[in-house]
């Protein structure tokens, strides 16, 4: 069983996890996965963390030969199970076997036993928070959930080339909808951009009642309120997991240009109809979270 601490780092996606992931992993006392370690090459050392450390954040960019943090799916499904990677629904604890939580642990120690100075494992999912099946397999572990707004979640989902909202919930990433979504995604003529809007809306409700059953170890912080004031709010996520903000860290950090420049992107990306009808869909779940409508 593990002995350092675990933390996880949670979004629909495209909502600002990624960066928040690797701006966390930029901490000394962090261990974590490489995209090296997912693709087989390499599995994480002192060393490679080190240097990735010390690479400018414009060397770690998407779409390109990169050695960054990684959700890391594909050693997930290789190592622990591909029921981590894409499940239809969110997973629990009654899907936690005794075998499962060996390999989990098995995975993060292996990740962890050769970093000295690392104090703690931060991991990223995306989708479904799957928080109550991890939270089973490590009872202290801390959680930040990464929101954004829906209507720029969907707008962005939209335009990806991994998508499948286009075929539908009988093919998409998410298994079948809720029956009052369904109806929700009926009454506006089973529209793309809602459908996109509903996925959005169903992960965030799913997130919320994770939310609720671990109390203080959930953190939710809005993605627009880290780029508003980068400091506030990764004070905030280095204290939830226990630690400092050093100058390491502020190093780190300053190798990022933290820009809100797309934020309200989808206000000129979706024409004004689609916009009414993402809103109509997803209205009281943005007010939870204190986005404006309108």
Same mark, same amino acid.
């Given at each position: 069983?593990? /002995? ?15 960066? +928040?992931?690797e701006? +966390? ?6 261990g974590?996965?490489?995209?090296l ?17 010390r690479?400018p954040?414009?060397?770690?960019e ?12 594909? +050693?997930?499904? *290789?190592?622990?199970?591909?029921m981590?990677?894409?499940? !239809?629904?969110?997973? /629990?604890?009654a899907?936690l ?5 060996? *390999?989990?642990?098995?995975? %993060? ?7 000295e100075s690392?104090?703690?494992? %931060?991991?990223k999912? /995306? ?7 991890l939270?089973?397999?490590f ?7 990464? %929101?954004?707004?829906?209507? $720029? ?7 990806t ?13 998410f298994?079948?909808?809720?029956t009052d979504? !369904?109806? @929700? ?8 951009p %809602? ?8 992960l965030?409700d799913t997130?919320?009642?994770? !939310?609720?059953r ?6 939710? +912080?809005?993605?627009? @309120?880290?780029?508003d004031d ?8 280095l ?11 502020e190093?780190?950090?300053?190798r =990022? ?7 309200? $992107?989808?206000? /000129?990306?979706l024409?004004? @109809?689609q ?11 943005? !007010?939870? =979270?204190? =986005?404006?409508?309108?």
């Open positions: 069983m593990t /002995t350092k601490p675990t933390a996880f780092i949670l979004g629909t996606g495209r909502c600002g996890s990624t960066l +928040v992931h701006i +966390v992993a930029r901490h000394p006392a962090v974590f996965v490489t995209n370690d997912d693709l087989g090459i390499r599995r994480g050392n002192a060393q490679q963390l080190t240097l990735w450390r690479l954040a414009a060397l770690s998407k779409g390109r030969a990169r050695l960054a943090p990684s959700e890391g799916y594909r +050693v997930v499904a *290789r190592e622990i199970s591909p981590l990677v894409e499940p !239809a629904a969110d997973l /629990t604890e899907d076997t005794p075998w499962l939580t060996e *390999r989990l642990h098995d995975f %993060v120690n292996a990740r962890m036993n050769h970093l690392a104090e703690i494992f %931060v991991h999912f /995306t989708g479904w928070p799957r928080a109550r099946l939270d089973a397999a009872p202290d572990s801390r959680y930040v959930h990464i %929101v954004r707004d829906g209507r $720029a979640v969907a707008n962005s989902w939209l335009q080339d991994w998508w499948r909202g286009h075929l539908g919930p009988s093919g998409w990433h298994g079948p909808l809720p979504l !369904a109806q @929700d995604w009926a009454d506006a003529g089973q529209s793309q %809602v459908l996109a809007a509903l996925a959005w809306r169903l965030t997130h919320e009642a994770c !939310a609720s671990l109390g203080r170890r959930w953190l939710t +912080v809005r993605y627009e @309120d880290l780029l980068p400091t506030a709010q990764l004070t905030r996520i204290e939830h997991f226990g630690l400092p903000w050093n100058d390491a860290f190093a780190g950090l300053a =990022y240009t933290l820009s809100p420049s797309r934020v309200d $992107a989808f206000r /000129t990306e024409s004004e @109809d916009l009414a009808a993402i809103e109509s869909a997803i209205t009281p779940a943005l !007010a939870r =979270y204190g =986005y404006p409508v309108g």
